[in-house]
């Protein structure tokens, strides 16, 4: 999960500088588990 937490319940932010390294894999592994997580109606 993001390490960053949000003010609306569930949600995580993850902020990636320009200058950061971006770790392909860990990325990947986020966007995979939130696959599995039912979605917000709209």
Do not use: H
């Not at 990947?28 to 709209?42: D, Y």
């Amino acid at each position: 999960m993001p390490s960053r937490a949000s003010k609306v319940k569930g949600t995580r932010y993850l902020d990636i500088d320009e200058d950061d390294g971006l770790d392909e894999a860990q990325i990947s592994a986020w966007i995979e588990q939130t696959i599995r997580l039912p979605g917000v109606r709209l």
